[in-house]
């Protein structure tokens, strides 16, 4: 007698507070989405189904390839600097295949450091960087009158030459 008036009046309250009818259309026994939750036929929701498993693939090879991208750059950083290797960095590039290029904008931050260590490692380059107003062209012509004048007053004395 109980199951026949909470059958008659759970029906009745249901309609009436507009409760959980339609949540238990839209997801299977299993508790998953069915072709009819989304309005679709059963070809449409299957074609869904494996475009969003192509993206979900997608995005993941394309979240590896940045992982492999960023662990490239740390390893060039670290040759660069004389540090360790990490294994770390190694086996995520390996994931990825091993064939992984730095890209642009990075490859570009790395040249330009090596361009300005190798032009601050002169001697030309040290002066440079000095906080001093030198004319180097006029002190390379100072260097060359000096050396043609000490070469003549060497030439006058010396009797060989």
Same mark, same amino acid.
């Given at each position: 007698? $109980?199951?026949?008036? /909470?059958?008659?009046?759970? &029906?009745? %309250? =249901?309609? !009436?507070?507009?409760?959980?009818?339609?949540?238990?259309?839209?997801?299977? $026994?299993?508790?998953?989405?069915?072709?009819?939750s989304?309005?679709?036929?059963r070809?449409?929701?299957?074609?869904?189904?494996r475009? %969003?498993?192509?993206?979900?693939?997608?995005?993941? =090879?394309?979240?590896? !390839?940045? =992982?492999?991208? #960023?662990?490239?750059? #740390?390893?060039?950083? #670290?040759?660069k600097?004389?540090?360790?290797?990490? $294994?770390?960095? &190694? $086996?995520?590039?390996? !994931?990825?295949?091993?064939?992984?290029?730095?890209?642009?904008?990075?490859a570009?931050?790395?040249?330009?450091?090596?361009?300005?260590?190798?032009?601050?490692?002169?001697?030309?380059?040290?002066?440079?960087?000095?906080? %001093?107003?030198?004319?180097f062209?006029?002190m390379?012509?100072?260097?060359?009158?000096?050396?043609?004048?000490?070469?003549?007053?060497?030439?006058? /004395?010396?009797?060989?030459?």
């Amino acid at each position: 007698m $109980a199951f026949f008036m /909470k059958q008659m009046l759970g &029906d009745k %309250l =249901k309609n !009436m507070t507009g409760g959980g009818g339609e949540e238990e259309a839209k997801t299977d $026994a299993d508790g998953k989405e069915t072709p009819q939750s989304k309005g679709m036929s059963r070809e449409e929701f299957e074609e869904y189904q494996r475009q %969003l498993v192509e993206e979900k693939i997608q995005r993941d =090879k394309e979240f590896a !390839m940045r =992982k492999a991208e #960023r662990a490239n750059l #740390r390893v060039a950083l #670290r040759d660069k600097h004389r540090l360790p290797e990490s $294994a770390q960095d &190694d $086996a995520t590039i390996q !994931m990825v295949g091993g064939d992984v290029d730095l890209p642009e904008e990075l490859a570009k931050m790395v040249e330009e450091d090596e361009e300005e260590e190798e032009a601050n490692s002169t001697f030309l380059g040290k002066l440079q960087n000095m906080d %001093l107003d030198v004319d180097f062209d006029s002190m390379k012509s100072k260097a060359q009158t000096t050396m043609n004048e000490v070469k003549q007053a060497a030439e006058e /004395k010396c009797t060989v030459m």
